[in-house]
């Protein structure tokens, strides 16, 4: 058994990580951490899983969110979609395996994948509104949010949620606050068959290549390990039966990478220097203070088009 | 479970049929998940739909519900043809080599002595040829033609595997890949565990179905053994516990039995209790069930139950029928022949059988009291809740009591998992408003009835008002005070019987054990299986030390096991007949030449010689029973019968309606849909969801997010042919009711072919009701027929027959 | 290598980088840094930590109760938190979906809080006090227990049973609960008494 995650302590504790610890920073620049910590990941072993949604109660449980009471919509997903109240949900796919002519029922927990290199921060206009420390959490900072959403649009897994109360932008913390006491996160620690497990990333990788040579023994022979270098590898790693064909599993992208369009936008600004777009910015933050949060005016849209489509014509 | 949870990691290989372990008990499954990450251990699923727990198998094999004994019988033809058995294990440990008495039959589906007006047998036929020295006849070479082993063989030779496919509708293929598989562990080196439930029991013939298996599991030496085992995983936290302590109608704790009205008398009581040994050595250790009985009926009814009374024997209600169980108590009150009724934490009108009744039944009482942490359906039968309950409460004279009691986590007390582990919790928060704990509630009202009985007197107040109540606040006993009840205690010193110097407890002691159980009335003793929980050490339940020597998964010294701190039951079977472990890698205890020592207590007389006393104790026979003698009211081995709602006759013996020894009121005969029903003709089934328990955790309001609304689970082929869409409404209807429901549309329930018919399934899980956060919904016991087990009358929800359409909207 | 993105897509990454890095050029950014404390605060520091089994199905995991309060030291506690007991040999700490969310059973709007009545032919609840509700109950059962119990069979053997009231019990009460109700059931000869183990 992998050892099992320890019961939480009741004495106050200091956290063991914090803003010194940060990496990257929305729309704003932080020093190098003076040192850098152990990367820890989540490895999801869908081989293991049972569906049971374990992960999402203990997720709701612990981070006090009120999902709705919604509807039965013939299918087994409940919510019907990640919410701003539920960070994690499991997706169950139904699916005839042609070469055994085997049925799979292929149950995958969906949630924020923590890249390292986070497709939501980069893309992320509001200065400190998505941080990530160096032992690989990518958390939201929602004091600092404008719910512009466009943290979604970076995401290559269609993560993050917008909530209607305070439009901010909601996703998986991995528990940032459990970690920071040298807890894991709910979800792992409630798994009842251990299909989340939690710890280093070095000790995740070692422990999923046993679970893939278990799964290779049983006639899985692409089994594999799931930690996509397209988005500089990640902190929510899947054990696969079928690497392969990771959208067999409710459409896990094969090859996740953040929109070319953010990385070509970082690029951009990174050559043709701050100062000639000094417009663009000031447009910006006009809209933020006139419009609110979590609005996207059509001419905003377009004035950031024009930018950017010439801003492309030079590079591509 | 005859091993515990945290065993089924030395398994190799799982074997879930009768239940779905990864979506009703999923910290449990992980000992599954487990043995096969560690082990390479595998998985089989046997069952009518693709579960979560078949979403990790190594192997699924689909069955048409209730047919489970034709397709273990099947495994059991395998096993004989094929030569797969443990031969030194059957022939020491099972009754195989027992000759059978003459008159003993089986044909066209009935056993010797059927007698259909009174659908019952005389099992005088059902037994051994007892010899002149009064034991049994054995035949070491299993060579008598009427010996068990023969007269299984020939038994089961029906069931080939074109057999089962024809009745249970599993491919032939696939039937042999799982036989294949099982068949192997008949090696002394492999162990097969099987993990069973309500899938199993939920039928009218469900202790056979269980049977079946604990006849295979003994052909291929897996009782007694680490990683192997019958494992009822059992359903609610401590309904282990409330079986253990009698609370059925015709139990005393400890699987004692209540007197019935022929045995006049302690003497008549004990005559057909004696349990003398069926063959020389046999420790039958029911012999000692005197020293039960009378430790037990001094801790009800202490100095009033003297020698001279027969220890207030006429104080305990004798029986004039096999029982009064939960199906008979409706019945009853639908013939408006009772008054009261209590519930206790539980919710019949969503749990029993055909709500209708149910309903109509409860109107009939004069008095109904619910005692419950939540608001429960059954609290409000009278109340109208559009179809969900469709009522006149001005018609209903019931006067309801609904009594606010704690939960879990406001009361100390201790708990029985299905492993028999007794684990003690205690409390850590405050009780909502008034609630009270059930031990208050009980003790108040029991001390008001004495009152009332002492002021005015009235019926037979003896048994009232003398009732043992020792309690420091009568009002309100302690856990503490009750579990070292139930312990048990020395009325007066109680020595060895083999060394009268050695003091085994002095007066008013805790009893170390069942072993200073005495039948003078020197001892009393609540629960005698439980004696030891709660002692002169301690609180032995509330133990926490997790030490796990060579890490075997015994946890000896966490909380307490009944009996005696066992934890794998007959695991002196684990052993051969010199003592040594039939595999030394999976040594559970071993005989060093003078005692029996080693990982567990030895489920045995530590001194006895293993070539000379057999390994199953409470049999007096020693050894295990496949023929079961007269122990089971429908046959000494289990036979295929259909359901009562069967969408086929049955092809082995087409006249057999159901199980003819169950019993079936009249009146409900006329509500059974008839066989291969044209007007009802899918196999509906009924279900847990691992996002529910029970009719609980739609009280939850996490939950009921997790699965907020009824729904019925089809096949994609019975969509299509019904033009029933996913996520669309659906009607569905028996023969009793009718529910309306969401239609999940899956390729996990495909369409069986069984004796040559299409047989489609319909899905029903349990969860919804009318009180709660959940949405208001149906469940299954609108539709479910009001029958039981001939056993032991677990009503038969598992298998009946529905109809199905497609509903254009939602209903209000 | 051909980029292929909606149009939309294409707008929102493109814009955000744009005002993004602007903004924090700006200086809005490492000024606020400090203050950006993502991390919630631990919420179970200093709660008071209680042994318990979850009341569910019979694997009977461990669980811990935390609470603002402790009862052993005499004080009110309120739980606030449930969570699994990793010294636990069955479970590890582990929980199901139901044994996770166990704090929404404890706090459930549908607990019962006070005894109540449904008298006959009424619609609805009313509240009554204990004293009454157990008073009235005792006199019910007393009042049919006299008239219908059956003290001799035809046969004028002693059978002391009363069968027009019967007795159901739970699941998931304790073994204490258990054996102090077998004790009043019984000894008020009551036969049509089951539980829960069928269903």
Same mark, same amino acid.
């Given at each position: 058994?992998?050892?099992?995650?320890?019961?939480?302590?009741?004495?106050?504790?200091?956290?063991?990580?914090?803003?010194?610890?940060?990496?990257?920073?929305?729309?704003?620049?932080?020093?190098?951490?003076?040192?850098?910590?152990?990367?820890?990941?989540?490895?999801?072993?869908?081989?293991?899983?049972?569906?049971?949604?374990?992960?999402?109660?203990?997720?709701?449980?612990?981070?006090?969110?009120?999902?709705?009471?919604?509807?039965?919509?013939?299918?087994?997903?409940?919510?019907?979609?990640?919410?701003?109240?539920?960070?994690?949900?499991?997706?169950?796919?139904?699916? %005839?395996?042609?070469?055994?002519?085997?049925?799979?029922?292929?149950?995958?927990?969906?949630?924020?994948?923590?890249?390292?290199?986070?497709?939501?921060?980069?893309?992320?206009?509001?200065?400190?509104?998505?941080?990530?420390?160096?032992?690989?959490?990518?958390?939201?900072?929602?004091?600092?949010?404008?719910?512009?959403?466009?943290?979604?649009?970076?995401?290559?897994?269609?993560?993050?949620?917008?909530?209607?109360?305070?439009?901010?932008?909601?996703?998986?913390?991995?528990?940032?606050?459990?970690?920071?006491?040298?807890?894991?996160?709910?979800?792992?620690?409630?798994?009842?068959?251990?299909?989340?497990?939690? +710890?280093?990333?070095?000790?995740?990788?070692?422990?999923?290549?046993?679970?893939?040579?278990?799964?290779?023994?049983?006639?899985?022979?692409?089994?594999?390990?799931?930690?996509?270098?397209?988005?500089?590898?990640?902190?929510?790693?899947?054990?696969?039966?079928?690497?392969?064909?990771?959208?067999?599993?409710?459409?896990?992208?094969?090859?996740?990478?953040?929109?070319?369009?953010?990385?070509?936008?970082?690029?951009?600004?990174?050559?043709?220097?701050?100062?000639?777009?000094?417009?663009?910015? +000031?447009?910006?933050?006009?809209?933020?203070?006139?419009?609110?949060?979590?609005?996207?005016?059509?001419?905003?849209?377009?004035?950031?088009?024009?930018?950017?489509? @010439?801003?492309?014509?030079?590079?591509? | 479970?005859?091993?515990?949870?945290?065993?089924?990691?030395?398994?190799?290989?799982?074997?879930?049929?009768?239940?779905?372990?990864?979506?009703?008990?999923?910290?449990?499954?992980?000992?599954?998940?487990?043995?096969?990450?560690?082990?390479?251990?595998?998985?089989?699923?046997?069952?009518?739909?693709?579960?979560?727990?078949?979403?990790?198998?190594?192997? =699924?094999?689909?069955?048409?519900?209730?047919?489970?004994?034709?397709?273990?019988?099947?495994?059991?033809?395998?096993?004989?043809?094929?030569?797969?058995?443990?031969?030194?294990?059957?022939?020491?440990?099972?009754?195989?080599?027992?000759?059978?008495?003459?008159?003993?039959?089986?044909?066209?589906?009935?056993?010797?002595?059927?007698?259909?007006?009174?659908?019952?047998?005389?099992?005088?036929?059902?037994?051994?040829?007892?010899?002149?020295?009064?034991?049994?006849?054995?035949?070491?070479?299993?060579?008598?033609?009427?010996?068990?082993?023969?007269?299984?063989?020939?038994?089961?030779?029906?069931?080939?595997?074109?057999?089962?496919?024809?009745?249970?509708?599993?491919?032939?293929?696939?039937?042999?890949?799982?036989?294949?598989?099982?068949?192997?562990?008949?090696?002394?080196?492999?162990?097969?565990?099987?993990?069973?439930?309500?899938?199993?029991?939920?039928?009218?013939?469900?202790?056979?179905?269980?049977?079946?298996?604990?006849?295979?599991?003994?052909?291929?030496?897996?009782?007694?053994?680490?990683?192997?085992?019958?494992?009822?995983?059992?359903?609610?936290?401590?309904?282990?516990?409330?079986?253990?302590?009698?609370?059925?109608?015709?139990?005393?704790?400890?699987?004692?039995?209540?007197?019935?009205?022929?045995?006049?008398?302690?003497?008549?009581?004990?005559?057909?209790?004696?349990?003398?040994?069926?063959?020389?050595?046999?420790?039958?250790?029911?012999?000692?069930?005197?020293?039960?009985?009378?430790?037990?009926?001094?801790?009800?009814?202490?100095?009033?139950?003297?020698?001279?009374?027969?220890?207030?024997?006429?104080?305990?209600?004798?029986?004039?029928?096999?029982?009064?169980?939960?199906?008979?108590?409706?019945?009853?009150?639908?013939?408006?022949?009772?008054?009261?009724?209590?519930?206790?934490?539980?919710?019949?009108?969503?749990?029993?059988?055909?709500?209708?009744?149910?309903?109509?039944? #409860?109107?009939? #009482?004069?008095?109904?009291?619910?005692?419950?942490?939540?608001?429960?359906?059954? +609290?409000?039968?009278?109340?109208?809740?559009?179809?969900?309950?469709?009522?006149?409460?001005?018609?209903?004279?019931?006067?309801?009591?609904?009594?606010?009691?704690?939960?879990?986590?406001?009361?100390?007390?201790?708990?029985?998992?299905?492993?028999?582990?007794?684990?003690?919790?205690?409390?850590?928060?405050?009780?909502?408003?008034?609630?009270?704990? %059930?031990?208050?509630?009980?003790?108040?009202?029991?001390?008001?009835?004495?009152?009332?009985?002492?002021?005015?007197?009235?019926?037979?107040?003896?048994?009232?008002?003398?009732?043992?109540?020792?309690?420091?606040?009568?009002?309100?006993?302690?856990?503490?005070?009750?579990?070292?009840?139930?312990?048990?205690?020395?009325?007066?010193?109680?020595?060895?019987?083999?060394?009268?110097?050695?003091?085994?407890?002095?007066?008013?002691?805790?009893?170390?054990?069942?072993?200073? #159980?005495?039948?003078?009335?020197?001892?009393?003793?609540?629960?005698?299986? =439980?004696?030891?929980?709660?002692?002169?050490?301690?609180?032995?339940?509330?133990?926490?030390?997790?030490?796990?020597?060579?890490?075997?998964?015994?946890?000896?010294?966490?909380?307490?096991?009944?009996?005696?701190?066992?934890?794998?039951? =007959?695991?002196?079977?684990?052993?051969?007949?010199?003592?040594?472990?039939? %595999?030394?890698?999976?040594?559970?205890?071993?005989?060093?030449?003078?005692?029996?020592?080693?990982?567990?207590?030895?489920?045995?007389?530590?001194?006895?010689?293993? %070539?000379?006393?057999?390994?199953?104790?409470?049999?007096?026979?020693?050894?295990?029973?496949?023929?079961?003698?007269?122990?089971?009211?429908? +046959?000494?081995?289990?036979?295929?019968?259909?359901?009562?709602?069967?969408?086929?006759?049955?092809?082995?013996?087409?006249?057999?309606?159901?199980?003819?020894?169950?019993?079936?009121?009249?009146?409900?005969?006329?509500?059974?849909?008839?066989?291969?029903?044209?007007?009802?003709?899918?196999?509906?089934?009924?279900?847990?969801?691992?996002?529910?328990?029970?009719?609980?955790?739609?009280?939850?309001?996490?939950?009921?997010?997790?699965?907020?609304?009824?729904?019925?689970?089809?096949?994609?082929?019975?969509?299509?042919?019904?033009?029933?869409?996913?996520?669309?409404?659906?009607?569905?209807?028996?023969?009793?009711?009718?529910?309306?429901?969401?239609?999940?549309?899956?390729?996990?329930?495909?369409?069986?072919?069984?004796?040559?018919?299409?047989?489609?399934?319909?899905?029903?899980?349990?969860?919804?009701?009318?009180?709660?956060?959940?949405?208001?919904?149906?469940?299954?016991?609108?539709?479910?027929?009001?029958?039981?087990?001939?056993?032991?009358?677990?009503?038969?929800?598992?298998?009946?027959?529905?109809?199905?359409?497609?509903?254009?909207?939602?209903?209000? | 290598?051909?980029?292929?993105?909606?149009?939309?897509?294409?707008?929102?990454?493109?814009?955000?980088?744009?005002?993004?890095?602007?903004?924090?050029?700006?200086?809005?950014?490492?000024?606020?840094?400090?203050?950006?404390?993502?991390?919630?605060?631990?919420?179970?520091?200093?709660?008071?930590?209680?042994?318990?089994?979850?009341?569910?199905?019979?694997?009977?995991?461990?669980?811990?109760?935390?609470?603002?309060?402790?009862?052993?030291? @005499?004080?009110?506690?309120?739980?606030?938190?449930?969570?699994?007991?990793?010294?636990?040999?069955?479970?590890?700490?582990?929980?199901?979906?139901?044994?996770?969310?166990?704090?929404?059973?404890?706090?459930?709007?549908?607990?019962?809080?006070?005894?109540?009545?449904?008298?006959?032919?009424?619609?609805?609840?009313?509240?009554?006090?204990?004293?009454?509700?157990?008073?009235?109950?005792?006199?019910?059962?007393?009042?049919?227990?006299?008239?219908?119990?059956?003290?001799?069979?035809?046969?004028?053997?002693?059978?002391?049973?009363?069968?027009?009231? @019967?007795?159901?019990?739970?699941?998931?009460?304790?073994?204490?609960?258990?054996?102090?109700?077998?004790?009043?059931?019984?000894?008020?000869?009551?036969?049509?008494?089951?539980?829960?183990?069928?269903?």
């Amino acid at each position: 058994m992998f050892p099992p995650l320890p019961n939480p302590s009741t004495t106050d504790t200091a956290p063991r990580f914090s803003d010194k610890d940060l990496i990257r920073r929305s729309a704003s620049t932080v020093p190098a951490p003076e040192q850098q910590l152990t990367e820890v990941a989540k490895l999801i072993d869908v081989s293991k899983c049972i569906g049971c949604k374990a992960c999402q109660t203990a997720c709701i449980e612990w981070n006090d969110t009120h999902p709705e009471i919604g509807f039965n919509a013939g299918v087994y997903e409940n919510p019907a979609d990640l919410t701003p109240d539920m960070f994690t949900l499991m997706r169950y796919s139904e699916w %005839d395996n042609p070469e055994t002519n085997e049925l799979e029922w292929l149950i995958r927990k969906d949630g924020c994948m923590h890249c390292a290199d986070p497709g939501c921060l980069k893309a992320c206009p509001a200065p400190g509104a998505i941080v990530q420390y160096s032992n690989g959490i990518v958390d939201f900072v929602h004091e600092n949010c404008i719910g512009c959403g466009y943290c979604i649009k970076g995401c290559p897994f269609n993560i993050p949620r917008i909530s209607k109360v305070d439009h901010t932008a909601y996703k998986c913390t991995l528990c940032s606050d459990r970690v920071a006491v040298g807890q894991g996160p709910a979800c792992a620690k409630a798994c009842p068959t251990q299909a989340i497990v939690f +710890g280093t990333k070095d000790e995740m990788k070692q422990h999923a290549d046993g679970r893939i040579k278990d799964l290779k023994s049983r006639g899985y022979s692409n089994a594999g390990l799931y930690d996509p270098p397209g988005v500089g590898g990640t902190h929510v790693m899947y054990v696969l039966h079928h690497a392969d064909q990771p959208e067999l599993y409710s459409g896990l992208p094969k090859e996740p990478k953040i929109s070319p369009l953010v990385e070509a936008w970082k690029g951009v600004t990174k050559y043709a220097g701050l100062t000639i777009l000094g417009v663009a910015a +000031g447009v910006g933050l006009v809209h933020h203070l006139v419009m609110g949060p979590n609005r996207v005016s059509e001419t905003d849209e377009e004035h950031a088009q024009e930018l950017t489509e @010439g801003n492309n014509d030079g590079r591509v | 479970m005859t091993n515990s949870w945290t065993d089924i990691k030395n398994t190799d290989l799982v074997v879930i049929m009768g239940g779905n372990a990864a979506e009703a008990h999923p910290c449990g499954f992980k000992w599954v998940t487990e043995a096969k990450a560690n082990r390479g251990a595998k998985l089989i699923v046997i069952d009518p739909r693709f579960t979560r727990s078949a979403s990790v198998s190594d192997l =699924y094999a689909p069955i048409r519900q209730g047919t489970d004994i034709a397709f273990l019988l099947g495994l059991i033809n395998y096993c004989i043809q094929n030569d797969k058995v443990q031969w030194d294990y059957l022939k020491a440990f099972t009754n195989a080599t027992y000759v059978v008495k003459e008159g003993f039959t089986y044909q066209d589906g009935l056993f010797s002595g059927y007698n259909e007006a009174k659908r019952d047998y005389d099992k005088s036929s059902w037994d051994y040829d007892i010899g002149t020295d009064g034991f049994a006849v054995v035949d070491a070479t299993l060579a008598n033609p009427r010996c068990v082993w023969n007269l299984l063989k020939k038994h089961v030779a029906v069931y080939t595997p074109e057999m089962v496919e024809r009745i249970c509708g599993t491919p032939k293929d696939r039937f042999l890949k799982v036989a294949a598989m099982v068949a192997e562990t008949s090696s002394p080196t492999k162990a097969m565990t099987s993990m069973y439930a309500l899938g199993w029991t939920q039928h009218s013939k469900g202790s056979q179905n269980i049977r079946a298996m604990a006849m295979l599991q003994l052909i291929l030496g897996n009782i007694g053994i680490r990683g192997g085992g019958m494992n009822a995983l059992r359903g609610h936290s401590n309904i282990q516990g409330l079986t253990d302590l009698g609370l059925m109608s015709n139990l005393l704790p400890g699987y004692l039995t209540l007197p019935t009205e022929k045995e006049v008398d302690l003497a008549a009581y004990m005559s057909t209790r004696g349990f003398k040994p069926l063959r020389p050595n046999q420790m039958s250790y029911w012999q000692n069930y005197r020293k039960f009985f009378v430790s037990f009926q001094k801790s009800m009814w202490g100095n009033a139950a003297t020698p001279e009374n027969g220890f207030a024997y006429d104080y305990l209600p004798k029986l004039d029928l096999p029982g009064y169980d939960l199906l008979r108590a409706f019945e009853l009150m639908h013939q408006g022949k009772m008054n009261g009724y209590f519930c206790q934490g539980f919710n019949p009108l969503q749990a029993a059988p055909n709500k209708k009744k149910v309903i109509e039944s #409860l109107s009939k #009482l004069k008095y109904l009291v619910i005692m419950d942490p939540l608001d429960t359906e059954t +609290g409000r039968f009278w109340e109208n809740h559009g179809p969900y309950n469709d009522v006149d409460p001005s018609q209903i004279q019931t006067e309801v009591y609904q009594l606010p009691s704690t939960c879990f986590a406001e009361d100390d007390g201790s708990l029985v998992n299905s492993g028999r582990w007794l684990q003690w919790h205690w409390a850590g928060g405050t009780p909502p408003g008034e609630a009270k704990r %059930d031990t208050w509630i009980m003790a108040q009202l029991y001390l008001r009835l004495k009152e009332l009985y002492t002021k005015e007197g009235g019926a037979f107040a003896d048994s009232i008002v003398k009732l043992n109540w020792p309690y420091a606040d009568p009002g309100d006993p302690k856990a503490e005070e009750l579990a070292q009840e139930i312990n048990g205690r020395a009325l007066a010193r109680v020595t060895d019987t083999a060394d009268p110097t050695k003091v085994l407890a002095e007066a008013g002691k805790l009893l170390p054990g069942f072993a200073a #159980l005495r039948d003078d009335g020197s001892t009393s003793c609540g629960c005698w299986i =439980y004696s030891g929980c709660f002692n002169e050490n301690g609180n032995n339940m509330a133990r926490r030390d997790t030490t796990d020597p060579d890490e075997t998964g015994a946890y000896s010294k966490w909380a307490f096991s009944w009996p005696a701190n066992r934890r794998i039951l =007959y695991n002196r079977a684990s052993a051969d007949l010199t003592g040594k472990a039939w %595999d030394p890698s999976r040594k559970v205890i071993e005989w060093d030449g003078t005692k029996w020592s080693g990982y567990d207590v030895p489920d045995i007389l530590p001194m006895a010689k293993p %070539d000379q006393v057999g390994p199953f104790i409470m049999n007096p026979e020693g050894v295990s029973r496949l023929f079961t003698r007269g122990m089971m009211r429908d +046959g000494p081995f289990p036979a295929h019968y259909e359901p009562f709602e069967s969408p086929i006759a049955n092809p082995i013996a087409p006249k057999v309606r159901g199980n003819p020894a169950a019993r079936v009121f009249e009146g409900d005969m006329a509500q059974f849909a008839e066989s291969a029903s044209q007007e009802f003709p899918y196999a509906a089934t009924s279900y847990r969801l691992t996002e529910h328990f029970h009719f609980w955790t739609k009280h939850v309001i996490t939950n009921a997010v997790m699965q907020p609304e009824f729904f019925v689970e089809i096949s994609e082929q019975l969509a299509a042919e019904k033009g029933i869409t996913k996520g669309g409404w659906v009607r569905v209807w028996s023969k009793r009711g009718s529910v309306v429901a969401k239609a999940m549309v899956t390729k996990r329930i495909r369409p069986l072919t069984c004796d040559g018919k299409t047989v489609h399934i319909v899905g029903i899980p349990l969860h919804w009701g009318f009180t709660g956060a959940a949405k208001k919904g149906f469940g299954p016991n609108m539709l479910t027929p009001f029958v039981g087990d001939a056993n032991i009358e677990t009503p038969e929800y598992k298998a009946f027959l529905v109809n199905i359409e497609p509903i254009t909207g939602p209903v209000a | 290598m051909n980029i292929d993105l909606s149009r939309r897509a294409f707008l929102q990454t493109a814009g955000a980088g744009l005002a993004g890095t602007t903004l924090g050029a700006l200086g809005f950014g490492d000024s606020e840094a400090a203050h950006a404390a993502a991390i919630r605060p631990f919420k179970l520091a200093n709660t008071t930590e209680t042994r318990n089994t979850c009341p569910y199905c019979s694997v009977a995991c461990g669980i811990i109760l935390y609470s603002k309060g402790d009862l052993r030291k @005499g004080e009110p506690a309120e739980i606030t938190h449930i969570e699994g007991d990793t010294d636990h040999p069955t479970n590890r700490g582990t929980l199901c979906p139901k044994g996770s969310a166990l704090l929404g059973f404890v706090k459930s709007p549908t607990r019962l809080q006070h005894p109540m009545i449904r008298k006959p032919g009424s619609d609805k609840f009313e509240p009554i006090s204990w004293e009454d509700a157990l008073g009235r109950i005792a006199r019910l059962m007393k009042d049919d227990r006299d008239k219908n119990f059956v003290a001799t069979n035809n046969d004028g053997v002693t059978v002391n049973r009363w069968i027009t009231t @019967g007795f159901l019990a739970a699941s998931a009460s304790t073994n204490e609960t258990a054996f102090a109700t077998y004790k009043v059931v019984r000894s008020a000869g009551m036969l049509v008494f089951d539980n829960q183990a069928r269903v």
